[in-house]
């Protein structure tokens, strides 16, 4: 069985930092894309970035600005979002997501999301 | 900029059939958009319904199907629900690794 897991969530000041992390289990963790979508509250999904199996290819949403990080580890079956220079927007519970193959097929399945809350 | 468009809201009747769409801005949505669709009850994480326009993941009832209808993906439910009341997201692949979600539909069984 395919699960997902996110931590790291939490309340951050403006400007502060963040790592999310995603464990996966019950799939070839480096045989897929992942990707991160997020979901303001009230409001509705959108994507944030994907990365290739190899972790070589990175995709961002152009919002992101590089402010955020895509990044996998393959040994530890572990994905990861770098947030620097948050912002109020950036508030939202974050969801790790499975690719079908690559990052060109759509997302299968999903986490149960993390919240970040970017608050003085 | 691009938009996917998406009816905010929709009703249907308890065994009704509902047809949601997915759109572009500008331009017609095909099948190398990869439409997919995914279902968000209230609190909890999306469920995948429909990807790659018309293939249901195992586990998804038959009463979900997905086609492009004119320009536009469209999810299609027969026989409604009570429990289909939720919010419906369709994504759209854009190229070069990046995809865009709609606002959403929020569908209502009443």
């Known amino acids: 069985e395919v699960q997902l897991l996110e931590s790291g969530g939490g309340l951050v000041q403006p400007g502060g930092s963040l790592r999310l992390s995603c464990t996966t289990s019950?799939?070839?963790?480096?045989?897929?894309?992942m990707s991160w979508v997020r979901q303001a509250p009230g409001k509705g999904l959108e994507w944030v970035s994907a990365?290739?199996?190899?972790?070589?290819?990175?995709y961002y949403a152009d919002f992101v600005k590089g402010r955020l990080t895509i990044s996998r580890d393959n040994a530890k079956d572990t994905l990861y979002l770098h947030m620097n220079s948050l912002r109020a927007e950036d508030t939202a519970v974050y969801f790790c997501?499975?690719?079908?193959?690559?990052?060109?097929?759509?997302?299968?399945?999903w986490g149960q999301g993390t919240l970040v809350t970017v608050s003085s | 900029q691009t938009v996917v468009t998406q009816e905010p809201s929709f009703s249907v009747s308890p065994g009704g059939t509902v047809t949601l769409t997915c759109g572009l801005n500008?331009?017609?949505?095909?099948?190398?958009?990869?439409p997919s669709w995914y279902q968000q009850t209230s609190g909890q994480a999306p469920r995948t319904l429909i990807y790659?326009?018309?293939t249901r993941p195992s586990g998804v009832p038959d009463r979900f199907s997905g086609s492009i209808l004119g320009n536009k993906a469209a999810l299609t439910i027969t026989g409604a629900q009570a429990g289909d009341e939720s919010d419906f997201y369709c994504?759209?692949?854009?190229?070069?690794?990046?995809?865009?979600f709609g606002g959403g539909t929020k569908l209502t069984v009443l």
């Open positions: 997501a499975k690719h079908a193959v690559v990052a060109a097929t759509p997302i299968d399945y």
């Open positions: 019950g799939f070839t963790f480096s045989s897929y894309a």
């Open positions: 990365i290739g199996g190899g972790g070589r290819s990175t």
């Open positions: 500008s331009g017609s949505v095909s099948t190398s958009h990869y």
């Open positions: 790659n326009t018309n």
């Open positions: 994504v759209l692949y854009m190229g070069s690794g990046t995809w865009l």
